[in-house]
């Protein structure tokens, strides 16, 4: 299984995420990962549930729904596929999650638990601080475009 998750992180190199790691550091952090498929119409997980893992699409497509304060309705913030990434809040938050996430096509998963990001860090820190540095780089974009929406609307 390590073989074929070194193959998808090679794959995901050219995602913001991984671009700082060396495709030999990939053999190294392959054992962290495991791939999890999610068939159409199954919850990945659901607004409220702990936070205990980040997900890198593989293939597929994810529905991101965030509750409105109307009972039983749900507003679609995004659509993910291939190369995305999933929950990645929990990583330096340690919220419930914020929103639920569903599966809209079989999808394929790439999963890095939150136990295993911090024993990669301790284990291999120079690799760690470069997975964290795409994190953060990916999440200040977002934070920036939000800003961008916003200011937009007044």
Do not use: C, W
Request: glycine fraction near 8%; aromatic fraction near 8%.
């Amino acid at each position: 299984m390590s073989k074929e998750i070194v193959e998808q992180l090679k794959n995901l190199k050219n995602e913001m995420i991984f671009e700082f790691i060396d495709e030999q550091d990939f053999v190294t952090i392959a054992p962290f990962f495991e791939i999890k498929n999610y068939p159409s119409g199954n919850i990945v997980f659901r607004e409220g549930d702990p936070g205990d893992f980040i997900g890198f699409v593989l293939s597929g497509k994810l529905e991101v729904k965030k509750q409105t304060e109307f009972k039983g309705n749900q507003l679609i913030i995004a659509i993910l596929g291939k190369g995305s990434m999933v929950g990645e809040l929990s990583i330096f938050d340690k919220h419930n999650r914020s929103a639920t996430v569903e599966a809209v096509e079989d999808t394929n998963l790439l999963i890095l638990k939150n136990d295993s990001i911090n024993s990669l860090v301790e284990q291999f820190p120079d690799i760690g601080s470069k997975l964290l540095k795409g994190l953060i780089r990916i999440l200040s974009l977002r934070l920036r475009k939000a800003t961008e929406r916003l200011t937009n609307i007044f």
